[in-house]
């Protein structure tokens, strides 16, 4: 299955990826520029199971030469072999997919790479950081980690997203999509925080530039431990 997928499939292959072809069963337009698709898996979930932020890497056509990205299965039921997926639609093949997709289009995907520990100790507090392409791992992450209270910075706007949060435990701090916007307020507002919570856990998906931006900073200048972050580049821009 790594054949006409480059040498990135090449290389997931060697690390023993799985290879599966999805099927799309429904298709629903969230807001205009979010798009939810309800998929069988062919057979994957009763091959890998399901853990919180499950994700796999879709694989698509850009003129030609193929081109892959990650997204996180949101409600996957492993009974009935199918999950959703979440787009954030914006300029490039994968929402181009998304945007057409039908019942009865496939869409090939590879599982390798994926996994989820909980934080021990448990966190006294999660401090997240994302956008509208990491809100399905977001939803999955907060609720994986019980009741633990959490601050989420998010880039953009959450009005009529499908944000799954508790307001009694989760409090969100929406921070207008523009040039550095992100990084400064969470560099504004997350030492006075860090300083009240003992067994802090820092969870950062954005953009990739944003991504290491930040998680440079909570590592190196606040000093969380590295086993206390988790930081994954979501997309890259331009």
Not at 17 to 26: H, L, N, S, Y
Not at 130 to 144: Q, R, T
Not at 195 to 214: M, Q
Request: aromatic share 10%; charged share 20%; net charge neutral.
């Amino acid at each position: 299955m790594a054949q006409g997928r480059g040498w990135e499939g090449a290389v997931l292959k060697l690390f023993r990826a799985k290879d599966f072809t999805f099927t799309v069963t429904g298709t629903e337009d969230v807001t205009a520029g979010y798009r939810r698709l309800r998929l069988t898996d062919g057979g994957m979930l009763a091959a890998t199971g399901v853990h919180p932020t499950m994700w796999v890497r879709l694989w698509f056509d850009n003129a030609g030469k193929p081109h892959q990205r990650a997204y996180t299965l949101v409600d996957p039921d492993p009974a009935a072999g199918s999950f959703g997926l979440e787009f954030a639609l914006h300029e490039g093949c994968a929402s181009d997919w998304a945007r057409a997709a039908k019942p009865g289009d496939t869409v090939g995907a590879t599982v390798q790479g994926t996994g989820f520990e909980e934080p021990v100790p448990a966190p006294s507090r999660v401090f997240v950081v994302g956008d509208p392409a990491s809100l399905p791992a977001v939803n999955s992450l907060l609720g994986a980690l019980g009741s633990a209270p959490a601050t989420v910075w998010f880039e953009g706007t959450l009005d009529g997203l499908p944000w799954r949060a508790d307001p009694d435990r989760h409090e969100v701090r929406e921070v207008p999509r523009s040039g550095t916007a992100l990084v400064e307020r969470v560099r504004a507002d997350l030492p006075a925080l860090l300083a009240s919570t003992p067994d802090p856990y820092v969870w950062i998906a954005c953009d990739t530039a944003t991504t290491r931006t930040l998680s440079a900073y909570v590592r190196k200048e606040l000093g969380v431990p590295r086993q206390r972050v988790h930081a994954l580049g979501y997309w890259r821009a331009g």
